[in-house]
Structures are given as C-alpha cells and as structure tokens.
C-alpha cells in the first residue's frame, strides 16, 4: 500500500524549503455523477474506490478540488423528485473541495483585464495567488448576488410591515387615546417604517417577528443568532453588511441546492445553464459560421454541375470553403474585448483604468494574456472548426456543447482536467500549451494523480 505524505515545509540546513504546491483538479460534472449515483456504483466497484481515493488526497493536500458555479448548477435538481440525488452530489463536492471554488467567470474576466493594466502581468502570472481562486461567495454570479439583495429587500419591507402591525395591535391593546397613540407610533415606526428605537425594542423579541423566516429560510448561523435584519432597522450594521451576509448564505452548498435554487427567479438555472451571457460571444460565431457555410454550400452547388471543373479542383475549393466558415478567435477578439469595457466602463474607471490604459494592455494584448477569456474563444473555434464542415453528416451543435465550454474557461488554472472525448479533441492543442493534462474519464483520475504526485514528490 502507498503511504502519502502530507504537503508540508521541509528543513533543510539552515533554509525551509516552500511547501509544494498541490495537484489543481478541475472535475467534469459527471464525475460527481458517477461517483455518487447508487446504481452506478453496484455496477462498478472501482467508482466507490476512486471516491475514496480522491477523498484522500484532498485530505492530504496532495490533491486540490475546486468547484465553479457551472459545476453546482449542473448538479443541482429540475424538480423535488431528484433534489435527494442532488443533495447527495453536493455532500461529495464538500467532501472533496471543502470551502475552495472558482471566482465567478463574469468578475474573472474583469481581474485578468485589470491584472494586465495594474500589474503588466496576466493573472495567469500570480500563481496559487491568483484571483480564480476563492473560499467565500464569490463563485455566485452577480445574477444571482441580485437575488440574494432582492431577498434583503423584500425581508425588511415584509419586517417593517409586521413591527408596525403589531406595534399598532399593542397599542390598541393598551387602550390609550387617540393623540398618544399618534404620537407612539410617530416615535415608534418614523416616516420610514420603523424607527430605529422601534427596532430595538422589536430586537428584545426577536422571534416574534423572525421566528418562521428562520425555518423557510435558513441562511447563515450569524445572520439569524445576531438578528441582522433586526440589527439593520436599529442602525447598527450597514446595508451593505446585511447583504453580505445574505450573500454568504446563498453561497452554502447545501442552502444553494437546499432552498435557493427553488426560488423563483433561480429555478430555471440549471435548465438554461447553456444559454448564459458568456456564451454570447459563441452564439454570434455560430450565427456567422452558418451563413457563411450557407454561402460556401450555394456555391458549392452552382460549381458542381460544370463538367468542365476537375474534382481535384473542387475538392479543394471545397476545403478552401469550409475554412472559411471557422471564425478566427484572433479576428473576434477585440469585439469581445470592446464590449467587456463597454459594460463595465464605470467599474474600470473606478479601479483607475482610462481609456487609454484598456487600449494599450488589454486590446493591444496577445491572444492568451487574458487565460479565461481567451480559453473560451480558442475552444469556441476549435468547435466551430469541427462544426464548419459541409458535409450534411457532420456532427451538429449539442447544447451540452456550450457547457463544456464555459467550463474550459478554468482550465489554465489548473493542473488535470476532467474532460469527455470530443471536448479532448477541441481543447488538446491549447491544454498542452497550458501544461495541462486531460483526464479521459473518471476511472482514469487515480492513476493520473498518483502519476503527478509522484512526478512532484508529493508521495
């Protein structure tokens, strides 16, 4: 049996030699899948041996899990039939990744554009410091942060409806006249709602007015102990620091998939997860290449009945014709890169970034100085150069397509990364020039980093 050794700092001589840094592994959701699912793990003893192993080099630190946002919503339930299956799935991502996630793509694409304009490096440069790598909320798009401040919102204006409600009730109850009780609620509830003295008197019964919200929603241990809600109406914590709060308890793996995903305005998440915002770019590729490919095809079928055409000729033109309709990532590039300024100008130039600055680091940048962005380009036209061929059988779009390529946008980040055949296709170029190592399937992952962790004496 291989003894592991934790990672851990090294005297030697008079110097301590840095700790090594761990194996970085991107998962690929089926993995989760497959290690958790019952049937599958009857089936196949070797899945339950491949969870534990992955449990215990995460344990060790030989190993370090990650997980995104991507991955969560695509774990997540369609409908309370499945939640236990999805539940069940998160306990094995706590397991292995604990607190550590992926910072949201949207906020990533931000810090590499600011890394290359504050500190002349891609994040990319910064190592286990760069910025991808977080242990708070901030693997949660802001589409869903708005969610969690419209819940804030909708907390305080229901919480101020029911002091002021039950204050009313009390003071009919204590049966004063009409001018006290005038002046009371005046002192009590303010112009606003409630005053601030009115929301710590409410604080001294807590439960009366948060009780049943503690049950349906269960954020953070803090957030309902310390009464935030109660704590913001007597001006002693800030909005800010209430939405935070609230943020922090979306973030929880079990809430997320517990309760948050069955709100309203979250519930169609993990049915649209492929059509997100930072597929836009990919969509209007797809757009570009098909009308090309209708072109190509019309004059395709204008040239080939002329006798006169040599097949060989044709065959090239052909070919000619089907690079056509690939999109150059390089030439779509700056488009992309126009419109991340363009909807968050008000953010760079808070962090002071000019005009200027975004010209000459970010536009002026080579193809791979932003890692996510760029990631996500060079896969989408890897896939659209398989998609381009004119040829009636050749493989269409499949919309867990554009999921695998929101996932790719990691890959720099990481050491091994989990990915099915045809996604291996579209991305081996790119994942060699990252030294990135792709992992086929999820039998295959112990052995691979047992490989790595040999390769950097981490066993």
């Known amino acids: 049996m291989i003894r592991y050794s934790t990672p851990r700092a090294k005297i030697m001589g008079n110097q301590l030699t840095p700790r090594p840094e761990p194996i970085r592994v991107y998962l690929d959701s089926s993995d989760i899948d497959n290690l958790t699912d019952a049937r599958k793990l009857a089936k196949d003893a070797r899945l339950g041996e491949t969870a534990e192993v992955l449990k215990e080099f995460a344990a060790k630190g030989i190993t370090e899990f990650r997980f995104s946002f991507f991955h969560v919503i695509e774990l997540a339930h369609a409908d309370d039939v499945s939640k236990p299956f999805a539940l069940k799935r998160v306990e094995l991502v706590k397991a292995l990744c604990g607190p550590k996630a992926f910072l949201n793509a949207d906020e990533l694409w931000r810090l590499e554009a600011l890394s290359l304009c504050q500190d002349n490096e891609p994040e990319l440069a910064k190592g286990a410091r760069a910025r991808v790598f977080v242990e708070d909320a901030s693997w949660l798009p802001r589409r869903v942060v708005d969610v969690a401040?419209?819940?804030?919102?909708?907390?305080?204006?229901?919480l101020k409806k029911r002091i002021a409600d039950r204050t009313a009730k009390a003071l009919e109850e204590i049966g004063t006249n009409r001018k006290s009780r005038r002046g009371m609620k005046k002192r009590l509830l303010g112009r606003r709602g409630v005053s601030a003295h009115g929301a710590e008197i409410a604080a001294t019964t807590p439960d009366l007015f948060l009780a049943d919200w503690k049950q349906a929603l269960p954020l953070t241990k803090r957030f309902w102990e310390e009464n935030f809600p109660l704590q913001y109406l007597s001006k002693q914590i800030s909005l800010d620091a209430l939405r935070a709060e609230c943020v922090a308890g979306f973030g929880d793996l079990d809430n997320f998939i517990g309760w948050?995903?069955?709100?309203?305005?979250?519930?169609?998440?993990?049915?649209?997860?492929?059509?997100?915002?930072?597929?836009?770019?990919?969509?209007?590729?797809?757009?570009?290449?098909r009308e090309r490919e209708r072109l190509a095809k019309s004059l395709l079928e204008l040239l080939e009945p002329e006798a006169y055409v040599h097949n060989d000729i044709l065959r090239e033109l052909h070919k000619r014709l089907q690079k056509a309709t690939s999109p150059d990532p390089a030439k779509s590039r700056p488009k992309d890169l126009e419109r991340l300024y363009a909807s968050n100008r008000e953010w760079f130039t808070r962090r002071g970034v000019s005009n200027q600055d975004w010209e000459s680091h970010v536009l002026a940048s080579p193809l791979g100085a932003l890692p996510s962005m760029d990631m996500m380009l060079l896969s989408a036209g890897a896939q659209f150069e398989?998609?381009?061929?004119?040829?009636?059988?050749?493989?269409?779009?499949?919309?867990?397509?554009?999921?695998?390529?929101?996932?790719?946008?990691?890959?720099?980040?990481?050491?091994?990364?989990?990915?099915?055949?045809?996604?291996?296709?579209?991305?081996?170029?790119?994942?060699?020039?990252?030294?990135?190592?792709?992992?086929?399937?999820?039998?295959?992952?112990?052995?691979?980093?047992?490989?790595?962790?040999?390769?950097?004496?981490?066993?």
């Open 386 to 459: 398989k998609l381009a061929s004119l040829s009636k059988d050749a493989r269409k779009l499949r919309r867990s397509d554009v999921s695998d390529l929101l996932h790719s946008q990691y890959l720099p980040y990481v050491d091994l990364f989990r990915a099915d055949n045809y996604t291996r296709s579209l991305i081996a170029n790119v994942a060699m020039a990252k030294r990135t190592k792709l992992v086929p399937s999820t039998l295959a992952l112990p052995d691979m980093l047992r490989e790595e962790a040999r390769s950097r004496h981490l066993i």
């Open 149 to 158: 401040y419209q819940l804030v919102d909708s907390l305080i204006r229901r």
């Open 260 to 289: 948050c995903i069955e709100l309203p305005t979250l519930s169609e998440l993990p049915k649209t997860i492929r059509r997100m915002d930072q597929a836009q770019n990919f969509d209007e590729l797809r757009a570009d290449a």
